[in-house]
């Protein structure tokens, strides 16, 4: 028997009082919210926050202690009186005359924390993420990633119209999807089709279940469970389709919905004896959950609208015909061959090594990459990315190389950004995290999390079957970035340590110039 689960759907019924205004923000439309206000939630927060083994809040907690931090060192710096200081108080007359201007200095802590706050996952934290990202689109509207921080919160609230509307500001104020977003809507989109035609379907195949669709949703589907741990399943399940229909009408969050519609496919196979359901059928006709392939086809039908939620429609599944290659083959492919590694800095963009570059047997490009003949070359034949973004996955290379620490996050990813046709060999989990998984090198030896370009040249440098191999530009971004214009904004990630990275290069380096390491 299938027990009941502790949370039942629910909505707010119509004699229910809309609940007080707590000073939550709405969903669908950005709520007006001064920046004087959003930091003393963070602090409040920050102050809700103790020590424990989620190290996703632990996260959080670092990020608003920054936040904050910077804030106070701000306040406590006496303003210039020119250029405008990074943080002010305006001198309008008038209600908002005292309200705070997000500067460059605090915009960067005041996302991170609304992204550190997505990460938990969490009710509360969910909204504080939601109240930064209105924080900031506040005082700038163009913010790409507010909106894109918006459109994350909505959807993990569930609120899956509001999110796309976001995510759709967003990929206006860009030229290059590296996020995927316009997969992610399409996903969306997808799966909410499938959802509604599942509801649909269940409709038409219980008419009586219409007349269930208007009473509150938590007591209609308790009476379903009751009916059905009584063996009435033909009672049972007019009350838990109308439920479902009562909750869809009432725009429940997106995974209440699924929670619900999986609690109740669930049901009908074991009411239906299905193999591997525990149950034999109720109705003593092995059909007691509806004909075995009606049944299959709404299993198929929610299937499809969690996988296109999750990954967004793919169009070639066997990612056009590419070729997996083994760490084994990898070592074959570059045996013998000079590889140059070029890095995405201001000095590889403003010179001129471009020539010299092609002369290379094979050319190593990373991430978001930005191609100027006169100065970066023209050619790139193994790309290495970070799992996490999708730029320049669409640019043909003929090896393409994507790192990642967590096994089921990287196979999204190929999933989900992969370009059929853009690579001839695509690395396998082999290759997937070179420092850890090959050179089982642990968190006690190399505490950071390795950069995509560190990953490649410990990966090169352990393999050591290249008569020469040279690092291009290379200062780590003492010169600055010099990447795609969608990419320029992102901030330098702090997940990384650049110093020990250096450190360990420079200690490998045979000759050193302003513009080349030569390691071979």
Not at 78 to 103: C, D, F, H, N, Y
Not at 212 to 227: Q, S
């Amino acid at each position: 028997m299938t027990k009941a689960r502790t949370r039942w759907p629910r909505q707010r019924d119509a004699e229910e009082p809309a609940p007080p205004d707590d000073g939550t923000p709405s969903l669908a439309a950005v709520r007006p919210t001064e920046l004087e206000t959003c930091l003393r939630a963070c602090a409040a927060h920050s102050g809700k926050l103790v020590a424990g083994l989620d190290r996703r809040r632990t996260a959080l907690a670092e990020a608003l202690r920054n936040l904050l931090a910077t804030h106070a060192a701000m306040e406590q710096t006496p303003a210039p009186a020119a250029p405008a200081p990074l943080l002010r108080r305006t001198t309008k007359a008038g209600p908002a005359a005292s309200a705070l201007v997000i500067g460059d200095r605090l915009m960067d802590p005041l996302l991170a924390v609304g992204n550190k706050a997505l990460d938990c996952g969490y009710e509360d934290e969910l909204k504080l993420a939601l109240l930064v990202a209105d924080t900031v689109l506040t005082q700038r509207t163009r913010s790409r990633a507010a909106w894109r921080l918006r459109a994350r919160v909505l959807e993990a609230m569930g609120a899956e119209a509001d999110a796309v509307e976001a995510y759709e500001r967003y990929l206006a104020l860009t030229d290059d999807d590296g996020f995927g977003i316009a997969a992610r809507i399409a996903g969306l989109r997808a799966g909410a089709e499938r959802q509604g035609e599942l509801l649909r379907m269940l409709e038409r195949d219980c008419p009586e279940a219409a007349g269930f669709a208007g009473g509150p949703v938590t007591d209609t589907w308790a009476e379903g469970l009751a009916l059905h741990a009584r063996g009435d399943w033909n009672r049972a399940r007019s009350r838990l389709i109308g439920a479902l229909l009562a909750q869809d009408r009432s725009g429940a969050p997106v995974p209440e919905i699924q929670e619900a519609l999986a609690h109740y496919l669930g049901l009908a196979l074991e009411a239906g004896g299905a193999p591997g359901s525990g149950a034999t059928s109720r109705n003593g006709n092995g059909n007691g959950g509806g004909d075995a392939a009606h049944l299959t086809e709404l299993i198929a039908l929610y299937a499809g609208q969690r996988r296109s939620r999750m990954r967004g429609p793919v169009a070639d599944p066997t990612f056009g015909g590419v070729e997996w290659i083994t760490l084994g083959e990898f070592r074959n492919h570059i045996a013998g061959k000079s590889i140059c590694l070029i890095a995405n800095s201001q000095r590889v963009g403003t010179g001129s090594l471009g020539a010299e570059i092609d002369a290379y047997d094979l050319v190593v490009r990373f991430n978001s990459y930005r191609i100027d003949p006169a100065a970066t070359g023209s050619r790139t034949d193994i790309h290495a990315s970070i799992h996490k973004h999708g730029f320049n996955w669409d640019q043909r290379v003929h090896t393409r190389l994507v790192f990642g620490g967590l096994a089921g996050d990287w196979k999204h990813s190929l999933r989900t950004r992969l370009v059929p046709g853009a690579q001839r060999y695509l690395g396998d989990e082999s290759l997937r995290w070179p420092l850890r998984d090959i050179g089982k090198v642990g968190t006690d030896v190399w505490p950071s999390i390795p950069t995509s370009g560190f990953n490649m040249l410990w990966l090169l440098d352990h393999l050591d079957v290249s008569p020469r191999l040279d690092l291009i530009g290379f200062d780590f971004y003492e010169s600055g970035a010099y990447r795609l214009p969608a990419a320029m904004k992102m901030p330098i990630t702090s997940v990384h340590e650049y110093t020990s990275e250096k450190a360990w290069v420079m200690e490998r380096a045979r000759s050193v110039t302003d513009t080349r390491i030569s390691l071979r």
